[in-house]
């Protein structure tokens, strides 16, 4: 088991338990759902990082876009809804926040890298730059580029979700734009994992062989179990986020309806005039 991964979550989980407990004591309670979600981001990056799964990586593609999934695909979202406010403004050691807060061109370079028309072409470039031969085999034979590759793909896995998560709001509004931002990600990020399940070729040779891989699997049967998996995730992430927010929209509708009823009197209602003594 390597450190750098099982500190970074050590220090992710002893922050975000420091949050909590700042919070706790001037009387605000985290909802119990935000809590689970990262909680559950984390044991994400647990079972990508610290299990098998990730000393298999350098074994068999498979493996190795499992440990990319978990951790980025599926553990980024969970943990930034997370880290919704107030626990975005209490992650971060007062000074370190404040250091951070003062950058003021670090933080109009994330506000524009966040914006969806940007934040998807980030995501894009970035995502099929690391699945070229060079790059993709640099990270697997080095740890370092390895470790660059996870921040790289969790970086943008943020910058996608930011828009739709809205980690500043208290509350995640159901707007229906969402949708297509989600969903154009995502199928963009499907060509890549249909190509490994279309492409007849052995790829990365260089650093899997062309022979039997892990678990005795055939170059292109590992390929190809790669290429789904990556489509799996795809699917599940559009269906899971299309219902849901057609279901938080369906939600803001029916408070605004409750709102405007409570705000506007019954025409058919008469008031009484007061009485004359």
């Known amino acids: 088991m390597e450190f750098g991964p099982l ?18 004591r001037r009387g605000v309670a985290i909802p ?19 299990t098998p799964i990730g000393s298999l990586a350098e074994e068999a593609l498979v493996f190795h876009m499992a440990e990319h999934l978990l951790i980025a695909d599926l553990g ?13 403004v209490f992650l971060l050691p007062r000074p370190l926040l404040v250091a951070v807060a003062r950058r003021q061109k670090l933080r109009g370079l994330f506000r524009a890298l966040r914006r969806p028309l940007v934040a998807i072409p980030v995501y894009m470039g970035v995502l099929y730059l690391w699945h070229f031969d060079f790059m993709f085999e640099a990270a697997v034979r080095s740890p370092l580029v390895h470790v660059l590759q996870h921040g790289s793909f969790v970086g943008i896995g943020i910058l996608v979700w930011w828009a739709v998560i809205e980690p500043k709001r208290r509350r995640l509004p159901g707007e229906l734009w969402k949708i297509p931002h989600i969903l154009a990600a995502r199928v963009l990020g499907m060509f890549l994992g249909m190509a490994f399940v279309l492409i007849r070729v052995p790829v990365y040779a260089g650093v899997y062989g062309t022979g039997e891989r892990a678990y005795g699997l055939s170059p292109l049967h590992d390929q190809q179990l790669a290429g789904a998996l990556m489509v799996s995730v795809d699917i599940l992430i559009m269906a899971f986020s299309l219902c849901f ?14 709102g405007t009823r409570v705000a506007r009197p019954d025409p ?3 008031p009484r005039s007061p009485t004359r003594r």
């Open 76 to 88: 980024a979202p969970l943990l930034l809804v997370g880290m919704r406010s107030p626990v975005l």
């Open 268 to 270: 058919g209602h008469r």
């Open 32 to 50: 119990l759902g935000q809590r689970v979600c990262w909680h559950l981001g984390l044991a994400l990056w647990v079972a990508g990082l610290l």
């Open 245 to 258: 927010l057609f279901w938080r929209a369906s939600q803001d509708a029916d408070l605004d309806d409750a």
């Open 7 to 24: 500190a970074s979550i050590l220090l992710a989980e002893g922050l975000y338990l420091r949050a909590l407990f700042v919070l706790g």
